[in-house]
């Protein structure tokens, strides 16, 4: 019998360990196949990364179970029993406690100005995803003004030749639009200073655009694809986190490889492929039959038969570009231009640590609210001065469960970027200066005494400074990595889900007169490689499976 045929993976994260566990546990296939998972990094897991941070277990990248019921992720962790732990993690609790909304001034927002925007928002983006349609939006026990004007939002939103490729964020504001139109002549409120009616609640409805930025990584909203959200799919049942870190599940899967099949710190430069009428790959005593030739940084290089390539959508993005050659030959035109058009952006993740005066940390009475945060718009005239653009659009500020002296936000976009560039030092007078006007502790305090930071409703000049105090700081940096450049991709305005299904071919493709030749050179794994699941963990864990799979198929291995 002939070699056996070497199959490099390429990226040591879900994807990529999803394949090799499945090709080397299939009946056979550890006979059968040369198996190798090369990682640029020095640390297997992609963009998962669980760490530790003033001794709670956190995550740098991958935090949620998005939905138990069926889901792949869920049934791993469960079956290690990753879902107990006597450490404390990262919402553990879940999303504990009903939060407080707090608009910039100081002023914290009763339920009868929140809800009717926050369910208006939730209607929109269910009927977005297709979870509703306008005549059931709404619909349920309160018949209060708002679920009439979420219908009638609805309704206005899909006339007039409905939404063929627009964007999520355009429909969303033309259903804030609709909404007032349909509530008009209401009284204006009182005990906000300067915050009318109208501009609370269009920064309430800002806030829920910044959390929906993080959700799908999309900087800005009008550059998310409307038609396409109807396609994505989530799991039923809650959302939760791992309790012994979501990295425990990439240590399960990698836990079967013999020693030497990953290796680390194989960052690959460059990808030789032969396309019908390309030459073989030359080696010193003449033409080698693996098809496939793999560069690395320091010079060496590795033969292949298949490449399963599981890089993020940002490397692919920065690798076919013009001025770059990951890719020798480069791929094929539709290959490329379904790169191009789909969206990758930037989410990252801001971890603090608190006290009430910054020379311990908070006793157990002492608790640190979970904040929804209102700001004015970045141009307003009303603006706090001091308040630096990148806290303007995270949406939130909590512990990461009930009672801990770690808080997070989260940060997309630009500020995600921006975020990535301050200083620890830049971070804390950041944060502190949008805190330290919502809440101080009061004056009449005993130094001895600490209660739970209290508003100061407006009156901002007799806040104590002094009040909160902010430590240490870790945060993600997942846009300048160069092994990721990014977090996770969005289906773009111009882009849609065909894109995906690209994304997903492999090269050459099959059918084709190159795949007689030499098939399945190049095979693409990777959470944007999923039509309908992109984005997630379980996402990038099907397509490894899927992969693995096509390649099991080709050689007609049982147990596929």
Not at 327 to 352: C, M, Q
Not at 411 to 438: C, P, Q, R, W
Not at 464 to 482: A, E, I, Q
Request: hydrophobic share 35%; proline share 5%; with cysteine.
């Amino acid at each position: 019998m002939g070699k056996k045929p070497r199959i490099v993976i390429i990226g040591a994260g879900m994807a990529g360990l999803t394949a090799a566990n499945k090709l080397y546990t299939s009946t056979g296939s550890d006979h059968l196949f040369e198996l190798v998972v090369v990682e640029g990094g020095d640390r297997i897991g992609g963009r998962i990364n669980t760490s530790e941070f003033c001794g709670d277990r956190i995550e740098m990248g991958a935090t949620w179970i998005h939905g138990i019921g069926g889901s792949p992720v869920h049934q791993i962790a469960r079956e290690i029993h990753a879902l107990e732990s006597d450490k404390p993690w990262e919402c553990m609790d879940g999303f504990s406690g009903e939060p407080k909304t707090i608009a910039e001034g100081g002023f914290e927002l009763n339920a009868s100005i929140v809800d009717p925007i926050s369910t208006l928002f939730k209607n929109l983006m269910d009927f977005a995803q297709g979870k509703l349609t306008e005549y059931s939006a709404g619909s349920g026990g309160d018949a209060c003004y708002y679920n009439f004007a979420a219908k009638a939002a609805l309704k206005d939103c899909t006339s007039n030749g409905g939404f063929g490729n627009q964007s999520v964020g355009a429909f969303l504001r033309r259903g804030l639009g609709a909404y007032w139109d349909s509530c008009k002549d209401r009284e204006e409120l009182n005990g906000y200073g300067k915050w009318s009616r109208k501009l609370l609640e269009e920064a309430v409805f800002a806030m829920h655009e910044n959390t929906q930025r993080t959700y799908t990584s999309a900087g800005d909203l009008f550059n998310l694809d409307y038609e396409a959200e109807s396609e994505y799919r989530m799991f039923p049942g809650e959302e939760i986190t791992i309790s012994k870190g979501y990295l425990s599940i990439i240590e399960h899967l990698a836990s079967v490889l013999p020693p030497g099949v990953i290796q680390l710190g194989r960052k690959v430069t460059r990808i030789e492929w032969q396309p019908e009428g390309h030459k073989s790959i030359q080696v010193p005593n003449g033409y080698d039959s693996r098809p496939v030739k793999i560069e690395f940084c320091d010079g060496s290089s590795m033969l292949a038969d298949h490449v399963i390539v599981t890089v993020s959508l940002g490397v692919l993005k920065s690798g076919t570009g013009q001025d770059s050659g990951m890719f020798n030959p480069p791929l094929p035109t539709f290959k490329t231009e379904a790169i191009s058009r789909l969206g990758y952006g930037v989410v990252n993740k801001l971890f603090l640590q608190w006290s009430p005066n910054g020379n311990r940390p908070a006793n157990d009475k002492e608790k640190f609210p979970s904040l929804q945060i209102v700001f004015h718009p970045p141009e307003s005239e009303l603006r706090h001065e001091k308040i630096p653009g990148w806290m303007r659009r995270t949406a939130s500020l909590s512990p990461i469960y009930n009672n801990s002296s770690v808080l997070l936000s989260w940060f997309a976009g630009k500020e995600a970027l921006e975020l990535e560039t301050l200083s620890d030092e830049e971070i804390i007078n950041g944060v502190s200066a949008t805190v330290s006007g919502l809440l101080p502790v009061s004056k009449h305090h005993k130094e001895d005494k600490y209660n739970s930071p209290e508003f100061c409703n407006g009156n901002v000049e007799s806040c104590d400074d002094n009040g909160v105090r902010f430590g240490k700081v870790l945060k993600s940096k997942w846009g300048s990595d160069p092994l990721f450049l990014g977090s996770y991709s969005y289906v773009a305005v111009g882009s849609s889900g065909a894109d995906l299904d690209t994304m997903a071919e492999p090269l050459p493709k099959l059918g084709s007169t190159d795949s007689d030749h030499h098939p399945l050179q190049i095979l693409f794994a990777g959470e944007a490689t999923h039509r309908t699941h992109y984005s997630t963990t379980h996402g990038a864990y099907f397509s490894g499976l899927r992969e693995a799979n096509r390649l099991l198929k080709h050689y007609r291995c049982v147990g596929v």
